[in-house]
């Protein structure tokens, strides 16, 4: 984790009870780097957090999934035989359409 102090000083401790009270209130979130901006007794602090690999879900079959491994066979094969559409099967025109 990147901490990074501008504009003056900040003890041990004052940045790890900044930082504490921002994990607190965001506790899903992992923090990637703390810029704290120190103004007299003032303290703005501005943070990033790391990204969060996104899972994908799909409905299938009546169900929310990610992946299909905790499928038996009969669901696997209802995944197999579905009709999927899609946007680019049309065969009409622009001027059909109109």
Request: include cysteine.
């Amino acid at each position: 984790m990147e901490i990074k102090i501008i504009g003056g000083e900040l003890s041990k401790k004052e940045i790890d009870a900044y930082i504490m009270q921002i994990k607190e209130a965001n506790p899903d979130k992992e923090f990637k780097s703390f810029e704290f901006t120190v103004d007299g007794e003032y303290v703005d602090v501005n943070y990033t957090y790391d990204m969060v690999p996104f899972e994908r879900i799909r409905r299938i079959t009546g169900y929310l999934v990610g992946t299909l491994d905790r499928f038996n066979n009969a669901k696997r094969a209802e995944v197999e035989d579905r009709v999927k559409h899609g946007l680019n099967s049309c065969s009409c025109s622009l001027e059909e359409i109109a």
